[in-house]
């Protein structure tokens, strides 16, 4: 038997290194092949030197030739691990994925003002208004998406798609979605640097099967860090939205957040604000509106900051209650929140096909540091 170097290399791209978006031979992981009668020498290039990445390369090098080619073949894999640049570490490759129409950014400055649970109503509501909706969970550290869709348990499975493997996301409520939720247990805690959290969102975002999707929504996590600035490296993101409470010290850090998104560097279009916890109404009051974060915060700031007001969601029990349980409570048909859900929704259909209409596409930022900030090595 004599083993055929085009026939090996063809072999090869049906096969990707974990963290790479295209396969071995297309992403330059596969340096040279030689062959010479039943025996083969694969030369792999990779960028990290974790043991199980190099591990499952190799065995899935084997595996590949002995199913395709020969199972009588002789492989051997040289294996050369090249670092990133450190300008580079954190980086991942900016460019679009097929079939994504829209990519919406749900940000807060703070934490606990509701993001998380905004973005699952919008994607229920979108998905109800007939569109194709996927949701990436980018808060890495604080993942609650499996829970806000009663999808804890699941685990996405590998599917071949152009003879590639890919991820298939867990699919609920006609919502498609990838979370580092469905890949650590319920009581662990996710201990990365941004190098490493950079590469696992690398690999929800390329090495899923997303399909064709009119809007992806991205719950990012709180703050204007390094998560944020490798998803807007990743992505050309069509708008962001801002989820604020009217408290003073929610306003102060979603300004931020509005500043971030519009700064010359990322140049990302704001959407829009989102008051949450507007205000509480009692049952056996339902005149009666109780300010008890303040009032009309966010919708000031979206006027001073000149940018649109999306709307606002009271305090109503059944929303944490139905996020607790895994059903979005806008999809609680005739309900109040549902409503106000379907308004919110709509608004931010408008402003994405107006920013569509009168704006460019928006790029993949090319930065790996804020502008204006500098690292500081203190002894």
């Known amino acids: 038997m004599k083993l ?49 990445i190099k591990k499952r390369a190799e065995d899935d090098i084997r595996k590949t030739i002995h199913e395709r080619i020969s199972p009588d073949a002789k492989v051997k894999v040289n294996i050369k691990v090249e670092a990133p640049t450190a300008a580079n570490s954190n980086e991942i490759k900016g460019k679009s994925i097929p079939g994504i129409k829209n990519i919406i950014a749900v940000a807060s400055g703070k934490g606990g003002v509701g993001k998380s649970t905004v973005t699952a109503n919008l994607a229920v509501t979108l998905a109800k208004m007939g569109f194709n909706v ?36 867990i699919e609920s409520y006609e919502v498609k979605m990838l979370s580092i939720g469905f890949f ?38 709180p703050g204007t860090g390094d998560i944020h600035l490798s998803i807007m490296q990743s992505l050309p993101i069509t708008g962001a939205v801002v989820v604020s409470t009217p ?43 109780y300010y008890i974060f303040g009032k009309e915060g966010a919708r000031n700031l979206a006027e001073d900051l000149n940018v649109p007001f999306l709307g606002e969601v009271p305090i109503v029990q059944s929303i944490r209650e139905a996020g607790d349980y895994g059903r979005p409570a806008a999809m609680q048909t005739g309900s109040v929140i549902e409503t106000v859900f379907e308004e919110i929704t709509r608004n931010v259909v408008a402003q994405t096909v107006s920013r569509n209409e009168n704006l460019p596409a928006t790029e993949a930022i090319k930065i790996t540091t804020m502008a204006g900030c500098s690292a500081v090595n203190k002894k």
């Open 4 to 52: 055929d170097r085009k026939e090996i290399l063809k072999a090869l791209e049906t096969i990707s290194v974990a963290g790479e978006g295209k396969n071995m031979v297309e992403s330059g992981a596969v340096t040279n092949v030689v062959t010479f009668g039943d025996e083969c020498v694969v030369d792999l290039v990779l960028h990290t030197p974790a043991m199980h």
């Open 247 to 289: 408290q003073a010290v929610a306003l102060a850090d979603a300004k931020k957040g509005v500043s971030m998104f519009l700064s010359e560097s990322i140049n990302v279009p704001v959407l829009g604000i989102i008051e949450n916890m507007a205000y509480f109404t009692p049952e056996e009051l339902p005149n009666n509106k």
């Open 134 to 169: 996927g949701v990436l969970d980018a808060d890495i550290y604080g993942p609650s998406m499996p829970i806000m869709f009663d999808v804890e348990s699941e685990k996405p499975v590998s599917i071949t798609v152009d003879g590639k493997s890919k991820m298939k996301p």
């Open 184 to 221: 650590t247990a319920p009581s662990q805690a996710v201990i990365w640097r941004g190098p490493m959290a950079s590469k696992a969102l690398n690999q929800m975002i390329f090495d899923a099967d997303w399909g064709q999707l009119d809007f992806m929504l991205i719950d990012l996590p």
